[in-house]
Each structure stands twice: as C-alpha cells, then as structure tokens.
C-alpha cells in the first residue's frame, strides 16, 4: 500500500493519459501508457521497443489480442502503483516488511517448522519467530492471531478492498513470468500464499491451483510450491477427485506435497 500512495503522480498519469506516447489495447480495454515507465519494468516491453519493427511501433501502438483482459489490467496496475487490486496494506504497523536487524518477515501462514527451522523461514512475523526458546522449531499450522486479529484473513487488505481470492494473484503471476516483470511475479506469489491460507476450503483454490500448475513452464515451481505446502497442510484436500487427478498429471507438485508432509513428520 505504501507504493500506492507514493506513487499518486503516477497514478494520475495513468488515469489521464497526459504525455502518452504507447497506446496499449488488451479485448475491450485500451491503456495511454508511456514508454519511460513500462519499458524501464518489463523487459519484453523494452525489446519490442528497441527492436521490433512495423507500423504498430512506429505509431506507439501495441495489441494484445492474445492476453486476458483481467490480467493485463493487473499488469498495467503493477506498473504505475506498484501493486494490484486488491491491495495490501503492507504498511500496516501490526504488519511491517522488515524487522530491526533488516531481516524480511514472511507471514507464511500457516506455518509448519521444517527440521531446525533454517533462516530465512524462522523470521515468520513480528510477534512469532521460531527459536529453541520460543516454539523449540515445531510449529504446526501456526497461524499469529495478532497479525490475523483472531480472525482471518492473513493479510491485511485496504478499506474497500476486503475481497481476495486466489485466482487473480494466479493469473497476476502467469502475465508477470510472459512480460519479464519479477517484481511483479513475487508480489503475486506473496498474494497467492495468503489467499491459499484463508480460500483453500472454496472451490475456487482447486481452480486457481489447476491455473497455477499449467500456466507456466513446469520447472518454474513459484505457485507450485504454495499448492504442494497447502495440500500438505490440509490432507482432507485428498478427498477431492480433482486434486487427485492434479497431482496424478503434475508429478513435481507431488513430489513436493511428499517432501513438505515429510519434512512435517520429522
């Protein structure tokens, strides 16, 4: 959220369409963009600036007619605010990024301890860190009711935002890996960890993990290894048949569905 609101004149900008000169056009949706701003985050933008030729370029028009049109105006968001709806108020002072000595907290909930717990996975939030004189590294499913107020969700979302889902930070990530924008792909695995931790009981969780595990090349495990932790952590997602046949045609999130339930057991 401190993003968003640092970046207003951005936003304006991108609201106005003042000094455009890249005009973008996703389905029904058609973006003023500039070219300082969107080729300085996306590498794919910057070489089809430097080196595709055509009228299209020439005239400082781009069209997506192959991209979905939800996932692009989550990418044109990144760009300009540096986050997408809905936001996170990652400023939230119950919830700070870094802790006195710079270390990042991952408020990775729920959170199971691996064998010693080994940095940076013990740095879980503010009020939690696992030590030998804190939780002795065997958490299970931990989840801080002081980050979570007692009450789920995970993440605290902006005023008018209080909606979250797992299929958009899903989507979020598969438009950030094709235009080359890693900022963007981490904040939506972030994202997509939280939502999982709260949605993964909906029916939407077991299309967003489909989503998740075909949509980008196989080895890129991002998403895939929030899947595999979740499955991991809530075995009842065995019953359903459709998680079955998941894991039956994806034999690396399998494989670390195996590893995480072992690295739970030791």
Excluded at 163 to 182: G, L, M, V, W
Excluded at 185 to 195: G, I, N, P, Q, V
Aim: aromatic share 10%; proline share 5%.
């Amino acid at each position: 959220m401190e993003d968003v609101k640092s970046k207003g004149w951005l936003k304006e900008l991108l609201d106005s369409g003042a000094y455009s000169d890249l005009t973008v056009t996703c389905g029904p949706d058609t973006y003023k963009l500039h070219k300082a701003v969107v080729c300085s985050q996306s590498g794919f933008f910057a070489a089809a600036m430097r080196f595709t030729a055509g009228k299209e370029v020439e005239d400082g028009t781009i069209d997506f007619p192959d991209d979905d049109p939800a996932a692009m105006k989550l990418l044109v968001q990144f760009m300009y605010l540096g986050d997408y709806e809905p936001y996170l108020d990652l400023d939230s002072p119950k919830r700070p990024l870094l802790d006195t000595s710079g270390g990042r907290y991952t408020y990775d909930f729920p959170h199971t301890c691996k064998f010693g717990c080994p940095s940076p996975d013990h740095r879980i939030c503010p009020h939690h860190q696992c030590w030998q004189n804190t939780c002795n590294t065997g958490c299970v499913r931990f989840v801080c009711t002081d980050c979570t107020d007692c009450n789920p969700p995970a993440v605290v979302l902006v005023p008018g935002h209080e909606t979250t889902r797992c299929f958009p930070h899903s989507i979020a990530y598969e438009i950030a890996d094709k235009y080359q924008i890693n900022e963007l792909k981490e904040l939506a695995r972030k994202k997509f960890s939280m939502a999982c931790a709260l949605h993964w009981k909906e029916n939407e969780f077991l299309y967003a993990a489909q989503h998740a595990c075909t949509s980008t090349m196989n080895e890129d495990m991002g998403l895939r290894l929030i899947v595999a932790k979740t499955v991991a952590a809530h075995i009842e997602l065995f019953e359903r048949d459709m998680f079955k046949q998941l894991l039956s045609e994806h034999g690396n999130v399998a494989v670390a569905v195996l590893e995480e339930m072992i690295g739970r057991w030791q």
